[in-house]
């Protein structure tokens, strides 16, 4: 099955800052790559998202980038604010089953 | 307001309850998740049920058991749970079948095993 890690597990930078967030996966045939924020004691939801066939989306102060030779995608935070503090979790879907798996998440924390 | 529904928010049981969870969506999807978080996994797997039929049951014990009756609702049952199982228990729908499409999480189920 699907493997996706994620890293860091935890990370601060000073609003304004950039932030970037690491996954990589294991099944080449995974197709679709969703990014979910949870707020704390919210549920989390779907920020941007990226398909197979592009290697960069952006929307606004956040972007997403796969390369699908070495298997892995990231995402970007421009000018960091207070706002975007939250856990981050990035997931894979071979998109046969409608399962995501999920990475372990990314605690990010935007100081003042 | 997603349009997924979860009750209650919050429960409290002992190890020889039985509880259920319920699950509600009102998107149109036809596929239905029940993920586990806690600190330990962040976002488990643990049940997908595509067009009513459990497709995925990600090696979780037999004291938790998924009940699908149709494809807006969905419940999980609980009984002799123990203090590892308190967790936040996430429902999720999406339409199944294209993929790639975007899930959509209920609010959870805090739960607590004493």
């Known amino acids: 099955g699907e493997n996706v890690e994620q890293h860091p597990s935890t990370l601060s930078v000073q609003e304004g800052d950039s932030a970037v967030i690491k996954c990589t996966y294991s099944?080449?045939?995974?197709?679709?790559f969703p990014w979910y924020k949870q707020e704390l004691g919210k549920r989390p939801q779907l920020i941007i998202d990226?398909?197979?066939?592009?290697g960069e989306k952006k929307d606004q102060r956040i972007a997403v980038t796969l390369n699908k030779t070495a298997k892995h995608f990231s995402l970007h935070i421009t000018e960091t604010q207070p706002e975007d503090s939250a856990v981050y979790f990035c997931?894979?879907?071979?998109?046969?089953?409608?399962?995501?798996?999920f990475g372990t998440g990314t605690r990010l924390q935007v100081m003042l | 307001e997603t349009g997924v529904t979860q009750t209650p928010r919050h429960l409290v049981m002992g190890m020889t309850n039985k509880k259920s969870l319920k699950c509600e969506q009102h998107?149109?999807?036809?596929?239905m998740y029940w993920y586990k978080q806690s600190a330990k996994k962040p976002l488990e797997l643990m049940f997908v049920?595509?067009?009513?039929?459990?497709?995925e049951n990600n090696s979780v014990p037999s004291r938790f058991s998924p009940e699908c009756p149709n494809s807006s609702h969905l419940f999980l049952h609980l009984h002799t749970l123990q203090p590892e199982d308190s967790a936040l228990y996430l429902c999720?729908?999406?339409?199944?079948?294209?993929?790639?499409?975007?899930?959509?999480f209920g609010q959870g189920t805090r739960l607590t095993v004493v």
């Open positions: 999720a729908s999406s339409h199944a079948g294209t993929g790639n499409t975007e899930a959509f």
């Open positions: 990226i398909r197979s066939n592009v």
């Open positions: 997931a894979a879907d071979t998109g046969t089953a409608s399962k995501l798996t």
């Open positions: 099944d080449s045939a995974s197709n679709y």
């Open positions: 049920y595509n067009f009513k039929e459990q497709t």
């Open positions: 998107l149109g999807h036809n596929a």
